[in-house]
């Protein structure tokens, strides 16, 4: 059973902007999102020394979040399309208040009430996230399968937080509904191949029983 980081990338421009942006080259890390990429690497690298891979979202935020990470490491990153953030469809670009109202109705639905099937319309919904993130972590499982095996993967706030409470057997999605992962926080979690995963840590919290 190996070990998954799962990091959000630092800040970027999109955070100041208050704009969807999960598509696309678009909206780089701000000064303080790369220093927080470049604190958060040391303190990687003192946790995790054995770091076997080190995997990215596509997009411009989360790769350069991870440039930073993999020069401390002296690796490469993969991109891998499978931990992108969701798609928000329609509401791409927007900053309007509407639509991040909509949007925050979205995660009560998927969390709070089980309609994962839900969507934007245009964009994705929960069950598409699970399954994507579900298959990329059993592929990374069977290629590092030792218990020491730790695969750090630089990504997003929304696609963990959808995706792994569902993955786990010890984290309800109740549970994580008021949690919001922070930039550079960590979700930890313990995998195996056949969707087996237990979550270690959750940002700050570290999960009790909660199913």
């Not at 979040?65 to 499978?82: H, L």
């Not at 699970?130 to 730790?150: C, H, K, N, Q």
């Not at 949690?179 to 237990?198: A, C, F, M, Q, S």
Request: glycine share 10%; net charge negative.
């Amino acid at each position: 059973m190996m070990k998954m980081v799962l990091m959000r990338h630092g800040e970027s421009v999109a955070n100041l902007l208050q704009v969807f942006s999960n598509t696309g080259w678009k909206h780089g890390l701000t000064e303080a999102g790369r220093e927080q990429a470049r604190r958060n690497a040391q303190s990687l690298k003192a946790l995790y020394p054995e770091i076997r891979a080190l995997y990215s979202s596509p997009l411009r935020r989360a790769a350069e979040t991870a440039d930073i990470i993999g020069t401390a490491f002296g690796m490469n990153y993969r991109v891998e399309s499978r931990i992108v953030e969701f798609s928000v469809g329609i509401q791409e670009g927007s900053a309007r208040k509407e639509d991040w109202d909509r949007f925050y109705r979205l995660w009560d639905g998927w969390l709070l009430e089980g309609r994962t099937r839900e969507c934007i319309e245009g964009g994705e919904c929960a069950e598409a996230v699970i399954s994507r993130v579900g298959s990329f972590f059993d592929d990374a499982a069977m290629l590092f399968p030792r218990p020491e095996d730790t695969v750090l993967c630089i990504g997003h706030g929304g696609t963990w937080k959808a995706a792994v409470p569902f993955l786990v057997d010890n984290l309800a999605p109740a549970a994580v509904h008021p949690y919001w992962i922070d930039h550079t926080e960590r979700v930890e979690l313990n995998w195996e191949p056949g969707r087996k995963g237990r979550c270690l840590r959750f940002g700050e919290w570290t999960p009790e029983e909660s199913r």
